[in-house]
Each structure stands twice: as C-alpha cells, then as structure tokens.
C-alpha cells in the first residue's frame, strides 16, 4: 500500500486513527531512544490489555529470557530456517539477526508488559516465511530482521535533510525526534506519522511486494485482530509497536477484511538462539543497515533520560561526559595530552554549534565537529586520524551483553564448543592464546588444523592463521608446523549462531559452506579460471571433506580443458604438485584421482606451451612459468611426469619465440640441467649481444638468461665479455633507456654473487676489484635521476666546448657498469 504526498491535514487524521478505544499503534524506528520514550508515555496513558510487537511470532517464547534480571544487554535473537534432515545447499537457508538494546522501543515495551503482568507476543512472520513471501531473496545469509533501509532510500527524506541543513537522514532523524524537547506523545505521533507517510510514499508497490511487505503486514493485522478478540470487557486497548513503514497502513489493512497470509515453506527447521552483541555490530556505520549511528552516543542520551533528566538536558549532559571519556582515552590509550581548557572550549563549542545551527540540543554531528575543532592540534593526517579513531570508538561504545541463566545454547555453538574442547583448546581464556600444530607428524595435530581451518572458511572469528604452509594459496610449504593464535568471544558465538542455517554441527556447516563456493565458482554454468578450481580443491583437503571432492576434482579437469593461458595452467598444476607433497599434512593421498589430475594439467601446460609465438602472454611471466615447470619435474609431486615434451618445448621456444626475454630463459633453463654446453651457450650469448641485435633486445635476453640461470654471470659463457662490448658501444641515451632493464638482470645476485662479477669486470679491464664501499639504502629511482643528471652536464659540458673534459674527467662523468 503506498500513499500521494501527505497534506498537514493527511497526517493529522492518519495520526488520531493510530489510536482508539480498541487499539494503540506506536510507530518506532528500531533503537531509537525518542520512540522507547513514546512507547513508556503509550503504556503508561492508555494502560493496554494486550502488547503486540514486530518480530517473528516465535520470539514469543522468549520474553522471560529477554525480561531477565540478569540479562545484560545489547542481546540478540538469531533466527534462521533451512530444509530438514540435510546440510543446507548454497541459496537454500535464511537467517537474520533481531538484536536489542536497552533504548530498543520493543525491549521496553515487553520489559513494561512483563512487570505489568500484560500477556506480550511477537507478531509477524518467521524468518522462513518472511523469504518465502518475498519475490526476491531478501535474507540471503545473515541479513537483518529489523530492516529500515526504506528511509535510507526516501527520496523525499533526502530533500527534507537538505531543506534543513542536515548532512544526511541520520543527521535529519536526529534532529525531528531525538534532540527535540519532551512535547508530549501527540506530537511525537504527528511527527513519526509525517516522517513515515513520506517514506512509504517513496516505494512503489513492486518493491513492496519483492521484500514481502504486504504478507508481513497482513500477517501482523491477523495477530491484532486475535488480540480483540480475545479482550473482555473492561480490558484496556491492545498495544501495537512496530516499525513506523508498517504502522502508517495499519488502520486501512484493520478496516479491511484481508485474511492471514498462507505462506508454503515446505519442510524446514526453524530455530532462533538468544545470544551476546555488542555495539559494534549494532552500529549502522559497521554495516547493520538497521541500527542507529553510533549506538553508544545514545545509550549516553538514554542513560542520562533514566536519570530523569529532559531530552535537551539529557544531550548536554551526554556531551559532556562524552569529552570527558574522550579525554582519558586519548590520555591513556594514545599519550595524547588533552588540556582541561581545551576540553572546555570543545564543550562550549558544541553547545555554540547547536544553537547557531537551530538545533534545541547538540546533535552527535555537533560534537563530533567541535572535537575536530578543538582537539585536532597537529598534523589533520596524524593527530587528527588518531583523534577521529578514538571518536568513533567513543560513540560506537564496546558494551557487549550477556545471556541470562537459562538462555541455552544453538546447537552449533554447542557441538563447536564440544570439538573445540576435544581437541584441547582452551575456549574459557580471557587473552588470546598461542598454537604450534605439526601437520606432517601428529594425527591429532591435523584434526585441530581441520577444525580452524573449517571455523576459517565459515569466516568465524576464532582463530587466526599467522604462519605455516598455506595449501589454498600455495605459499610456505616448506615448512614443517602451522602456527596460530585464538580466543573465544562474544563475536565467536554470534557468528556460530549466524551460521547456524547451515547446519547443527560444524561439519555439516563446513560442509554447506563448502558448497556454496563450488555452486558460487559455477554459477550459471560457468567455468572457472584452473587456478581457482585448484584452490577449492586444497580448500576441500584442508578443512577434511576429502570424501566430498570429487565433483571438484572433475571441475579442476574441465578447468583445465577450458584454460587458455600457459602461465595460469602452469600454476595451477604446480597447486596440484604441491597438494600432492603435502600427502601427510593434510592426506592428499584420500584425493581420488590427484596423480592423474596432476598428469592431466602437466599436458595441458605443454599444449598450451607449444602455442606461444610472441606476445600472447608477458614474456616475464613466461620465464617464470618455465622455470616453475622445471621445479615441477624435480619434484616429488612430478617425478612420474614425462620431462622430454618439457625439454623439447624449452628447445623450441629457444630458438622461435620472438621475445628476446623468454629466449634466454629458455637457454639459462638449457643449460642449468646440462642440455646446453658451454661453446653453444657462448655463442647464443654472442648472436644476442652483437651490434646489429637491439639494445631492448639484448638486455631482455641477459634478463631472461639471469633469471633461470644467473650462474653464466660469472661462469666462462663469455657473458660479461659480451655485454661489455655492447655498453661500451652504446650511446649514453641508449644506456640510459636501458638502466633500469639492466638493474632487474643483475637485481637477483646476491652480494657474494654481485663481487664476483665486480671482480671479473675488473679482470676484463686489466686491474683489480675496486674496493668500493657499497650502498644499499639507494633504490633504482635514484640511481636513475643521478644518471640522467650526470647526461645532462655531459650536454652542458659539450655545448660550452668543454667536451674534452668528459673523456678525460673525473669517474662521475665517465659511462659505469649498473
């Protein structure tokens, strides 16, 4: 149901038909500590017989929990639905996350009705229901429940931030209802009624109906009207509290006779955990779409309410404490000095903004204008970040709830804590703790390693990866211990919740993840790049689902049949090797079909090996591809490969490939393993590097030489000879051009490596090594400038005829070997 622009008029009669004899409906904006305020003022002016309120109905159960002395909030509900008596596939499962604070207007509307002894319910549609009604999937993963992106999107609540010098809408909410003074529940409604009509104005009846707006809606009429009916006589109205998008058609769908939505959903488990949060995931500006900014500013404001203190007054007072909290976190985290007279200015600065800017009480953007004002002394890029880093995390707040007696535990989070303890990690520490894990040596070891990796890949934060072999990405395998750190916290727990969709154990959710990134790598038929199709396979091996791969190992095959590029193929079979030498670490040896797969991917490299001509690929690239195939057949993962089609193909591209660079590649590869004498070598580097062959040219081929076999450096190849005739021949232009090519030949020596050139160099020329002190803290830009500096008064020299000076001054003006 969408609605024309609203008149004053509209919005007054809409706002009296909200309430009546019969029923109460209080429109909210989840966490807003105005609206919590309004709800009190309701409960307490019409004294209801019944309170209804948005959330999924089964949440119902729950108020005894949420009621709880000993509950500390913010808390959360994390409901999710998926198909019974299997793993969830990719796209099948829903969640979302229903959290509470204490300014929450739902929280306060049930902790009212509970001590009230008033029956309280949750009344819209479960979370499987609610994406079953939508024509779009609009709780993919771990979305919201409490979603209010409907404001963000309004186009007229955008216009009217403008109108009044607000930066954005939350700016604009706070200053309508937050910041104003306590005028009474009448004029809140007539605001919140105003507010409300032109967002739903701005959604056009097929947005509604692709996030399932009216089902939801029709659903939660269904509840009110079981609620009258369920009155007596003498019994107060029914109190309704939901999102204000709802409540402004609330009274048309009441005088309708639509009936309860049908919703089919099939054969699903439903289930929701009551579990810990924290305001840095209640913060919207941390991506909680439906959470107010900066949750711990207003947790001040509301604190300051409870204290009985008006809404203007309240926000004074929270400004100030809230520079106060700033100082001595700048003080003590950051050694940052904060004057008390600097705090002062920043205060009365805040107040100033407020007033100049027709606002009853500082706004959150009023104080955080007035700390940049004020505390930002230095550097804006240093000073300034630290201060802007501290602010943040001022107004976010790091209060982080906790679950009262009784709450239970999601299954998941209980076979997780289980494992964990099993393995004998220590889930109750209060710092993180360390973890060595000998993969190759300790069965046991490899189970743990199986376990964060699976915690990893369901991206919950518990352990962190910090050193070892890394399978998936193939770096650091020739070491023998993964290394860890992990913790158990709050955060661990809501996202083990989170996930909870797919699947009661961590297996079957590692396993339901693990699915989801096969369908997500062939996603409408697609085919992957062979490099990532690898990746999941070693993914696959290292988080245990050996028993689950072989529809990935015949998309690796197809993969590869589809792959184009030598140097990806090459990669990925040097993945396939490597997986391969990991048997113990994580026991490729349960991969069916590796050995072949390994042989299949080696042929596809030589195919597309024996197609490179010239450009097709960046010869560096080539060079590298080369080299990692030789490692390839010296390795165990490769020791059953065919090395001769390798070796036929290195002499091929040898002697046709048009790019110098891959040329001596081929030749250092060649001759490092014996296939290349000495004489043939010599006269390869000679036809490279005589006058008639470019300078780019010849460069690219000492490149290509030293990176596969910077041996001939120094070896009798007649490489230094031959590359000393040409630099003395060249121009100084030419050498110039060619520096910093030069630099990469020679950029792979080591030092012992670079003296004993020096020291052939110097045997080349008649005399001895220069004992030349060497400086390593000059990189290659400045080598270079200093060269074309040194050209340059060359020029200068030759154009005031002073050119003899160049052939026989001082070194600096002489040409240099790089």
Do not use: K
């Amino acid at each position: 149901m969408t609605f024309p622009l609203p008149t004053g008029d509209d919005v007054r009669a809409l706002s009296a038909r909200l309430v009546s004899d019969d029923v109460v409906v209080i429109p909210v904006r989840h966490h807003s500590p105005a609206c919590a305020r309004a709800v009190t003022a309701a409960f307490e002016r019409h004294a209801p017989s019944r309170v209804l309120i948005e959330g999924p109905r089964s949440f119902t159960g729950l108020v005894d929990l949420l009621c709880h002395p000993e509950a500390r909030f913010p808390l959360a509900v994390y409901a999710w639905s998926r198909p019974a008596g299997r793993s969830t596939a990719p796209g099948e499962g829903h969640g979302g996350y229903y959290p509470f604070c204490d300014y929450s207007p739902e929280l306060v509307a049930t902790r009212l009705a509970h001590a009230a002894g008033v029956p309280v319910a949750f009344c819209d549609l479960e979370v499987g229901e609610q994406a079953a009604a939508a024509s779009s999937a609009v709780l993919p993963g771990a979305g919201s429940l409490l979603r209010e992106d409907v404001y963000a999107h309004s186009r007229s609540l955008a216009a009217l931030a403008e109108r009044l010098g607000c930066r954005d809408q939350e700016d604009l909410w706070e200053l309508l209802f937050e910041a104003g003074a306590d005028d009474g529940l009448d004029a809140h409604l007539d605001r919140m009624t105003a507010y409300c009509l032109l967002a739903r104005r701005d959604s056009t009846d097929a947005e509604l109906d692709r996030d399932g707006t009216g089902p939801r809606e029709a659903e939660m009429v269904w509840h009110v009207r079981e609620a009258l009916r369920a009155r007596q006589p003498g019994d107060g109205p029914v109190m309704v509290v939901v999102g204000g998008f709802h409540a402004v058609a609330m009274p048309d769908l009441l005088a309708s006779a639509s009936a309860r939505p049908n919703v089919d959903v099939g054969a699903v488990e439903d289930g929701h955990a009551l579990v810990r949060y924290g305001f840095d995931r209640l913060d919207r500006l941390n991506g909680y779409d439906s959470g107010m900014t900066s949750p711990g500013w207003h947790q001040r404001v509301w604190d300051e309410h409870l204290r009985g203190a008006a809404a203007d007054t309240a926000r004074v007072n929270a400004t100030l404490t809230a520079l106060l909290d700033l100082a001595a976190e700048l003080r003590g985290r950051h050694g940052s000095p904060v004057a008390t007279p600097t705090l002062a200015a920043a205060y009365q600065q805040a107040l100033t903004l407020a007033e100049l800017r027709g606002r009853p009480a500082p706004l959150r953007s009023d104080l955080v204008d007035a700390i940049t004002s004020c505390l930002v002394q230095g550097d804006a890029d240093v000073e300034g970040l630290v201060v802007a880093t501290a602010t943040r995390r001022m107004l976010t707040g790091d209060r982080v709830g906790r679950v009262p007696p009784g709450a239970g535990t999601p299954p998941l989070v209980r076979d997780t804590l289980a494992r964990l303890r099993e393995l004998r990690l220590d889930t109750d520490a209060i710092e993180p703790r360390t973890l060595a894990l000998d993969l190759y040596r300790s069965a046991p070891h490899r189970r743990t390693s199986r376990a964060l990796h699976g915690l990893a890949l369901l991206g919950v934060p518990f352990a962190t990866h910090v050193a070892g072999p890394d399978f998936v990405r193939g770096r650091g395998l020739t070491r023998l211990q993964e290394r860890w750190t992990y913790l158990w916290g709050p955060s661990t727990e809501g996202f083990l919740a989170e996930v909870s969709m797919l699947g009661s154990t961590l297996d079957e959710a590692v396993e339901g993840r693990f699915g989801s990134l096969v369908a997500a790598a062939t996603e409408d038929g697609r085919t992957p790049r062979s490099v990532d199709a690898v990746s999941l396979l070693a993914q696959g091996a290292v988080v245990g689902l050996h028993d689950r791969t072989a529809p990935v190992v015949e998309l690796v095959r197809h993969a590869l049949g589809a792959e184009t590029s030598f140097v990806d193929a090459v990669h990925a079979v040097g993945a396939l090797a490597l997986l391969a030498d990991g048997r113990e670490a994580v026991e490729s040896g349960r991969l069916a079909g590796l050995t072949e797969l390994v042989a299949h991917s080696y042929a596809r490299c030589l195919y597309l090996g024996a197609q490179l001509r010239g450009d097709e690929e960046p010869p560096e690239d080539v060079a590298t591809a080369l080299a990692r195939l030789r490692e390839l057949l010296a390795s165990p993962g490769g020791q059953d490969l065919d090395a001769a089609p390798f070796w036929e193909l290195v002499e091929r591209l040898r002697h046709e490939h048009t790019r110098a660079l891959v040329r001596g590649a081929s030749a250092g590869l060649a001759s490092t393993a014996g296939r290349l004498g000495a004489d043939d070598l010599a006269r390869d580097v000679a036809g490279h590097l005589a006058g008639s062959i470019d300078a780019h040219e010849s460069v690219g081929y000492v490149r290509g030489l030293f990176a596969t076999a910077r041996e001939t450096v120094w070896q009798d190849s007649g490489v230094v000879s031959a590359l000393d005739s040409r630099l003395v021949d060249w121009d100084q232009p030419t050498f110039l051009s060619t520096l910093p090519d030069l630099r990469l030949a020679f950029a792979g020596l080591t030092p012992r490596e670079t003296d004993r050139v020096a020291g052939a160099v110097a045997a080349l020329r008649g005399g001895e090594r220069p004992d030349v002190p060497v400086r390593r803290d000059v990189d290659e830009h400045t080598v270079q400038a200093l060269a074309e500096l040194s050209q340059s008064l060359v020029e200068v020299l030759e154009r005031d005829g002073l050119g003899a000076w160049v052939a026989t001054g001082s070194p600096p003006l002489r040409r240099s070997h790089p």
